[in-house]
């Protein structure tokens, strides 16, 4: 299986970013998935295709920091909430139906849909405060272990306002 993730970053990246598993840029996490190896062998191009226009059509979207939550096991991991956008929304639900098109895998079924809470990890001290305001304005698709390696992510796709395909 390959596993992949949409996020939003909060933080300036660039195309082709590889970064350690364990120092993420600050984002917000759309999707995490995984597909088959025999789906295709540009899976990360078919996505993209797919995504396109709802990825562009979020561009630019400013949201709205809310209040400071606990994730994931006894809610150990800090995160702050985003206010609900019917843009995000919408572009989280475009992707959950291309990730399903192509036969993936949602990884968190719990957390899908009309139960997606977007959210920014807080890491290494650094988060965004209660009613600041981000703008979606870089959108990428990231591969967890490039080449089978898990210590590292890589930066598959980028979409930014500027270039909306990096």
């Known amino acids: 299986m390959r596993n992949l993730i949409w996020v939003s970053f909060t933080e300036p990246v660039q195309p082709g970013l590889v970064f350690p598993r364990s120092d993420w840029p600050l984002h917000i996490t759309l999707l995490r998935f995984?597909?088959?190896?025999?789906?295709?062998?540009?899976?990360?191009?078919?996505?993209?295709?797919?995504?396109?226009?709802?990825?562009?059509?979020?561009?630019?979207?400013?949201l709205t920091i809310g209040e400071e939550a606990g994730f994931g096991h006894l809610g150990?991991?800090?995160?702050?909430?985003?206010?609900?956008?019917?843009?995000?929304?919408?572009?989280?639900?475009e992707i959950v139906d291309a990730v399903t098109s192509i036969g993936g895998r949602?990884?968190?079924?719990?957390?899908?849909?009309?139960?997606?809470?977007?959210?920014?990890?807080?890491?290494?001290?650094k988060r965004p405060k209660s009613g600041?305001?981000?703008?979606?304005?870089?959108?990428?698709?990231?591969?967890?272990?490039?080449?089978?390696d898990h210590t590292i992510r890589r930066i598959l796709r980028l979409w930014t306002q500027d270039t909306h395909n990096a």
């Open 106 to 125: 949602i990884a968190t079924p719990n957390y899908v849909l009309e139960r997606y809470r977007p959210h920014i990890s807080h890491h290494d001290g």
């Open 132 to 148: 600041d305001v981000v703008v979606l304005d870089q959108v990428a698709l990231v591969d967890m272990a490039p080449q089978g």
């Open 34 to 62: 995984d597909v088959g190896d025999d789906v295709s062998a540009d899976v990360a191009g078919v996505l993209a295709d797919l995504a396109e226009a709802p990825v562009r059509g979020a561009l630019g979207t400013q």
């Open 76 to 93: 150990s991991i800090p995160v702050s909430l985003i206010h609900h956008n019917p843009l995000l929304q919408g572009l989280h639900e």
